[in-house]
């Protein structure tokens, strides 16, 4: 569970990133390229750079393991960010910083080897730090500059629209809608989370970053030192890295000419993130009685899954439905 405690200056000063943060999307970036997750929205992505990357990029993986804590130093904060001012505050982590993000990391990964470079960067050697530099900017170079466009065409559209929420319900209303496990009860803001962590406030506010490689649940920082940042995911254009909008303008979505149109986009939704009735329902802008009939229709041929919870019901596509997607 991630706790965020408010002050009345912090909701105040609660704010959205300008834009896609170009460190923060090469972190979460390394999850989805070595994941197996979502792989109608990432999967085609992935095939495309996987012969990209550069061999570097395991300096990168090092401080980034596939589950729990990632070093902190790898996003640095910065009024405007932009990839060359985040890599020059990256090759100018203070000693302090570094030593504290590789005790976590080892205490916290216990029986994960420690690469040897680890304690030429723990006594803060220039050189190091610039071959970590200098790798992230070719894995963004690689993997994240070709899309970036759309990365940031879809970050500026969230932006958008959570501006929109905020004036017409609050700041009530945008926290409702950033993920679903997420309640407020003022002054405190919870969330699912991989571990128990809370971040206190302290009248400087929240950065609301939103993130186009996020997946699953928002992810912050864990120093409480560090200015306090939460990178939630966006919603996403289906095709973005190239295969499916070809497909489309050949000749139109072939799946949809097969399920038909409300069919089709439901598939893809589950596909991409498993929801509920009313998530996928909200997602789409359908009434929650045509999501529910129309999911019993694709569970009914194999293609969706439904799994009880409680008093919720989560859909998520089988392997034929993400299959039929992926052609």
């Known amino acids: 569970m991630l706790r965020i405690v408010f002050t009345a200056d912090d909701l105040a000063r609660t704010r959205f990133a300008a834009g896609p943060d170009p460190m923060w999307e090469v972190l979460l970036s390394l999850y989805r390229l070595r994941g197996r997750d979502q792989r109608v929205l990432f999967g085609p992505w992935r095939r495309r750079i996987a012969a990209l990357v550069p061999a570097s990029t395991a300096m990168l993986v090092d401080l980034a393991p596939t589950r ?3 070093a902190d130093f790898l996003t640095p904060a910065a009024p405007a960010p932009s990839l060359t001012e985040q890599l020059e505050a990256l090759r100018r982590t203070p000693k302090a910083r570094v ?5 976590r990391m080892v205490r916290l990964h216990p029986r994960r080897p420690v690469p040897p470079w680890y304690a030429e960067l723990a006594r803060g050697e220039a050189p190091v730090l610039t071959r970590l530099a200098d790798a992230a900017g070719r894995y963004f170079g690689a993997g994240l500059a070709p899309y970036w466009p759309q990365v940031r065409a879809q970050v500026d559209q969230d932006r958008m629209v959570r501006a ?3 004036a017409e319900w609050g700041w009530a209303g945008v926290f409702g809608t950033l993920h679903h496990s997420i309640r407020w ?13 809370t971040i206190e406030l302290t009248g400087s506010g929240l950065l609301l970053q939103p993130s186009f490689f996020c997946s699953g649940t928002p992810t912050a920082l864990a120093a409480p030192e560090l200015p306090p940042v ?3 995911p966006i919603e996403h254009e289906l095709g973005w890295a190239g295969p499916a909008t070809a497909r489309t303008d050949r000749g139109g979505d072939p799946v949809a000419a ?12 589950v596909a991409d ?6 998530d996928v329902a909200r997602r789409l802008g359908l009434p929650p009685s045509t999501a529910s009939r129309q999911l019993s229709a694709l569970r009914e041929a194999g293609l969706v899954t439904s799994h009880r919870h409680g008093n919720r019901v989560t859909h998520a596509a089988t392997d034929l439905g993400v299959a039929l997607l992926d052609r």
Do not use: F, I, K, N
């Open 164 to 166: 929109l929420r905020l």
């Open 230 to 232: 939460l990178a939630y």
């Open 99 to 103: 030593e504290a993000d590789l005790e």
């Open 258 to 269: 097969v399920l038909g149109s409300t069919r089709s986009r439901l598939l893809r939704t």
């Open 68 to 70: 729990g804590y990632a």
């Open 185 to 197: 009860h003022y002054p405190v803001l919870e969330m699912d989370y991989p571990v128990e962590h």
């Open 273 to 278: 993130a498993a929801g509920t009735t009313t």
